[in-house]
């Protein structure tokens, strides 16, 4: 996953939702598309898997912020 890719998502309506995965090697910000699948959403891609101090991270966080949207930690709150 890129910034780029994550803002574009934003502009063409696709995004859905952002978790955050604290579980080993899949430690990281996921970024989730919308889809026609399971739930209404596939995954798009990671930041920050197996880094926890990464600046593209805390970048992908502000643009998440920018489009007032945070993220959970597991789906729908289930996690």
């Given at each position: ?16 939702h952002a978790?955050?995965?604290?579980d080993?090697v ?5 970024i ?7 739930r209404?959403?596939?995954p798009?891609?990671c ?8 600046p ?5 966080y502000?643009v998440?912020?920018?489009?007032n949207?945070?993220?959970s930690?597991?789906a729908?709150?289930?996690g």
């Open positions: 996953m890129t910034l780029a890719a994550l803002q574009a998502m934003f502009a063409d309506g696709t995004f859905h978790t955050y995965r604290f080993g899949w430690e990281g910000l996921w989730y598309r919308k889809s026609d699948g399971f209404g959403f596939e798009a891609g930041f920050n898997c197996y880094k926890r101090d990464h593209e991270l805390d970048a992908a502000e998440l912020r920018q489009h949207h945070g993220h930690v597991g729908y709150g289930r």
